[in-house]
T-cell receptor, first 113, second 111 residues
Framework: KAGVTQTPRYLIKTRGQQVTLSCSPI?????VSWYQQTPGQGLQFLFE???????NKGNFPGRFSGRQFSNSRSEMNVSTLELGDSALYLC????????????FGPGTRLTVL | GESVGLHLPTLSVQEGDNSIINCAYS??????FIWYKQESGKGPQFIIDIRSNMDKRQGQRVTVLLNKTVKHLSLQIAATQPGDSAVYFC??????????FGAGTTVTVRA
């Protein structure tokens, strides 16, 4: 069974631009969560989607948004990029129950110049 | 405030010895706890989990202990191997659909 895949793996943008990251969950998984990982703040929850509905959202500004498609694939978008948005963006998939194991992808490394 | 934290940011252990990684949490409503391992350049990898109705759970070479009285959990790794070198995170879940992660402990295995 294929794991969680994320594209692209690396991305370089400049301040003010926007970016879209993609996540394909494990086959059969209906929940996708997104996390931001930085050396200073660690792993922080962005949002979680299940069956195309956002069930929870973290404490990030409105520049961060996401969506999920009917095939459970998910995208997250960051608009008006800031230097502080440089991070590893991780997505995780699970079956959708709160205590189901979340399996992480390799992440997308975003660098904002 | 609410937080999940680890006691030590780094741990150096001799190959073959047992490792103990600690984590403290502050929210008594947390009822599900997970340990993840993250190697350089990779996403976090699930190791083991435990629910709040349990005190101990064992896996292959790993044991997680949960002490709800003092809001503490630990991960024990038996016979630590070089491949165990990584950053270890504890995470907790409350009555929502997110995981809150601790800061991580970097484990280095000495040959």
């Amino acid at each position: 069974k294929a794991g969680v895949t994320q594209t692209p793996r690396y991305l370089i943008k400049t301040r003010g631009q926007q970016v879209t990251l993609s996540c394909s969950p494990i086959s059969g998984h209906r929940s996708v969560s997104w996390y931001q990982q930085t050396p200073g703040q660690g792993l922080q929850f962005l949002f979680e989607y299940f069956s195309e509905t956002q069930r929870n959202k973290g404490n990030f500004p409105g520049r961060f948004s996401g969506r999920q498609f009917s095939n459970s694939r998910s995208e997250m978008n960051v608009s008006t990029l800031e230097l502080g948005d440089s991070a590893l963006y991780l997505c995780a998939s699970s079956s959708g129950d709160r205590t189901d194991t979340q399996y992480f992808g390799p992440g997308t490394r975003l660098t904002v110049l | 405030g609410e937080s999940v934290g680890l006691h030590l940011p780094t741990l150096s252990v001799q190959e073959g010895d047992n490792s103990i990684i600690n984590c403290a949490y502050s929210n008594s409503a947390s009822d599900y706890f997970i340990w993840y391992k993250q190697e350089s350049g990779k996403g976090p990898q699930f190791i083991i989990d435990i629910r709040s109705n349990m005190d101990k759970r064992q896996g292959q070479r790993v044991t997680v202990l949960l002490n709800k009285t003092v809001k503490h959990l630990s991960l024990q790794i038996a016979a630590t191997q070089p491949g165990d070198s990584a950053v270890y995170f504890c995470a907790e879940s409350r009555n929502d659909y997110k995981l809150s992660f601790g800061a991580g402990t970097t484990v280095t295995v000495r040959a």
